[in-house]
């Protein structure tokens, strides 16, 4: 016979082991994947296929373009901007195309440059690792105030610090530019949130988008706002409906930043005015933004947006506005030029680098909120991935590009802006694909170098940031946490996964050195527990996993329809 002490020894030990390593047996029901049709025109091996190291790749540009000592022609890529405006400090300025004549250390007392080659630089070298706040010196996340042009009135991001800097679009009459440039400019402050001035820009940004969505009402169909008139206007460019995903974005991030329910209540509407858009009105970059955004109010602000119109939007090339704006899913001479963004329609099709790289942003993290679209999300990076690199001169044959023969001085780093299915330039007619760029016809007396983007291949460090290869080719390893912003901190790392074979795969993962719990938010289950190091799980064929890195031991629980592992968000469909 057990003595009673015995027994109350036992409980006693059984109930301590409990309370150090629960166990929770997740009992939801696995994740339907939801298509994408323009993805599912997109291969599953997109040819010919190579792996680029993006991240090297990232690491390497900031290395070139930030060294004001390069020697030769066309170098440095960059110069200092001592005009002090908005700020009374120095900037610095980068060229938007390799050999740009209308920019540079002597022309207009240095102060033409733009804020989306300067943002796109400084975020993607951030996420790639780069600590752009204190490089060699220097503090570029702080010269970044300057572009928040106070001077004029406009107290918003703007393309140039000087609203009369008239070199080009994005100078006070074409929506986009604006409005994703204070896209950027709040990615940059949460990854940078006690840099100096930037909590008080990030609120009065917040407040003059709250002020001008409110004079919009139910109607962002303009192609420009004076933010210092606070009026809407129309002219030669086409509306820019989309524009409402961009304010979204800010106005929501600055509801989580600082709990003014105002900017919830704008966010809400932006949305709301795009969700009932009768046609699509994809212009430029936002319109995927609009999709990531919903996907979080969905589940976290109990909006109910179906966000597949957002997403279709974004990818099927029905665009009104601006005719067939999408996502490529094409082969052309052999390549498969899938993923490219860009337009569907201009010369056959043409993908542009940047747009390619900014649709990474909102999409990689799109799947934390809603795994239904893991397996659409994850084929698409695989072939955007691929086909991007056929911008690179070094990644496509002589015959395929407009100036091979000046390739060396972009240093495997700086681009062509952009693949054509058929060239604009009528030398080069009936070559396809043809990678080349637009810059030779900006403006009388540009150089053939024109064709090189600097400030879009400044923002390779969007894909640096998110995409890792494993041991299987094809198969990538996503980071969805990377670009969560204003939620990064409140999360576990998370990876996403696409299988693209015709049969299951095991892929190798490193999980660190603490002991880890994995869970996937697709099957809804726990692959493994109390692992550590590098760990091998299977994914099966033409299908995702989206893993969580779960420290061991941590106490599950459900709060209003949310898997929490101790307090953080694990899956937040969960409870439906």
């Given at each position: 016979?057990?003595?009673?002490?015995?027994?109350?020894?036992?409980?006693?030990?059984?109930?301590?082991?409990?309370?150090?390593?629960?166990?929770?047996?997740?009992?939801?029901?696995?994740?339907?994947?939801?298509?994408?049709?323009?993805?599912?025109?997109?291969?599953?091996?997109?040819?010919?296929?190579?792996?680029?190291?993006?991240?090297?790749?990232?690491?390497?540009?900031?290395?070139?373009?930030?060294?004001?000592?390069?020697?030769?022609p066309f170098l440095p890529l960059i110069w200092w901007d001592?005009?002090?405006?908005?700020?009374?400090?120095?900037?610095?300025?980068?060229?938007?195309?390799?050999?740009?004549?209308?920019?540079?250390?002597?022309?207009?007392?240095?102060?033409?440059?733009?804020?989306?080659?300067?943002?796109?630089?400084?975020?993607?070298?951030?996420?790639?690792?780069?600590?752009?706040?204190?490089?060699?010196?220097?503090?570029?996340?702080?010269?970044?105030?300057?572009?928040?042009?106070?001077?004029?009135?406009?107290?918003?991001?703007?393309?140039?610090?000087?609203?009369?800097?008239?070199?080009?679009?994005?100078?006070?009459?074409?929506?986009?530019?604006?409005?994703?440039?204070n896209v950027l400019f709040y990615c940059v402050a949460d990854l940078y949130p006690k840099e100096k001035n930037f909590e008080e820009i990030q609120r009065t940004i917040a407040d003059q988008?709250?002020?001008?969505?409110?004079?919009?009402?139910?109607?962002?169909?303009?192609?420009?706002?004076?933010?210092?008139?606070?009026?809407?206007?129309?002219?030669?460019?086409?509306?820019?409906?989309?524009?409402?995903?961009?304010?979204?974005?800010?106005?929501?991030?600055?509801?989580?930043?600082?709990?003014?329910?105002?900017?919830?209540?704008?966010?809400?509407n932006a949305l709301n005015v795009l969700y009932n858009q009768k046609e699509n009105r994809f212009y430029e970059a936002m319109m995927p933004i609009a999709a990531y955004v919903a996907a979080r109010m969905n589940v976290e602000a109990g909006t109910n947006y179906d966000i597949q119109r957002f997403l279709d939007w974004t990818f099927d090339g029905t665009a009104v506005g601006r005719e067939g704006w999408g996502v490529l899913a094409d082969n052309w001479g052999g390549y498969d030029v899938s993923g490219l963004a860009g337009s569907t329609v201009h010369n056959g099709g043409y993908g542009f680098l940047m747009n390619t790289f900014d649709l990474m942003m909102p999409m990689s993290a799109l799947v934390r909120y809603d795994p239904r679209y893991a397996r659409a999300v994850g084929k698409w990076v695989l072939n955007a991935s691929n086909a991007a690199r056929f911008c690179y001169p070094y990644e496509m044959p002589d015959s395929l590009q407009a100036i091979p023969q000046h390739k060396a001085v972009t240093n495997q780093v700086i681009a062509y802006e952009g693949v054509i299915k058929e060239s604009i330039y009528p030398q080069f007619k009936g070559i396809t694909p043809f990678a080349q760029g637009d810059g030779p016809l900006w403006h009388e007396g540009m150089p053939q170098q024109t064709m090189f983007s600097v400030y879009g291949s400044g923002h390779v460090g969007f894909f640096g940031g998110t995409i890792q290869p494993t041991n299987v080719p094809e198969i990538l390893q996503i980071d969805c946490r990377a670009t969560d912003f204003y939620k990064r901190q409140d999360a576990y790392p998370t990876y996403l996964f696409f299988n693209p074979y015709s049969a299951e795969k095991t892929v190798n993962l490193r999980t660190g050195t603490q002991k880890t719990d994995i869970y996937d938010t697709v099957t809804r289950t726990f692959l493994q527990r109390g692992v550590s190091g590098d760990i091998q799980f299977s994914i099966p064929a033409n299908a995702s996993r989206v893993l969580v890195l779960i420290p061991a031991g941590k106490k599950m629980s459900v709060q209003n329809k949310v898997l929490l592992a101790g307090k953080v968000p694990v899956d937040y469909g969960y409870g439906k």
């Open positions: 016979m057990i003595k009673p002490s015995y027994l109350l020894l036992f409980f006693a030990l059984l109930f301590a082991g409990c309370a150090r390593s629960p166990v929770f047996t997740p009992s939801a029901i696995p994740v339907t994947q939801r298509a994408i049709p323009r993805v599912e025109k997109m291969p599953n091996h997109p040819k010919p296929y190579a792996f680029k190291d993006w991240k090297k790749t990232a690491l390497d540009f900031d290395r070139y373009v930030f060294d004001f000592s390069q020697k030769g001592v005009t002090g405006r908005n700020f009374r400090d120095s900037t610095f300025g980068i060229y938007t195309a390799l050999g740009d004549v209308r920019m540079g250390a002597a022309v207009n007392n240095g102060e033409n440059h733009e804020a989306l080659g300067a943002l796109g630089a400084v975020l993607g070298a951030t996420l790639s690792g780069i600590d752009k706040s204190r490089q060699n010196g220097h503090d570029y996340v702080k010269m970044l105030r300057n572009y928040f042009n106070r001077d004029n009135g406009w107290n918003v991001v703007m393309n140039f610090t000087n609203k009369g800097a008239h070199i080009g679009g994005g100078y006070g009459n074409d929506f986009w530019y604006e409005i994703h440039n988008f709250y002020r001008s969505d409110s004079v919009m009402g139910n109607s962002y169909s303009y192609s420009f706002f004076d933010f210092k008139a606070m009026q809407p206007g129309k002219n030669h460019i086409p509306t820019q409906e989309d524009v409402a995903g961009g304010y979204a974005f800010v106005l929501y991030a600055a509801w989580v930043k600082f709990g003014d329910a105002k900017y919830l209540r704008a966010a809400k």
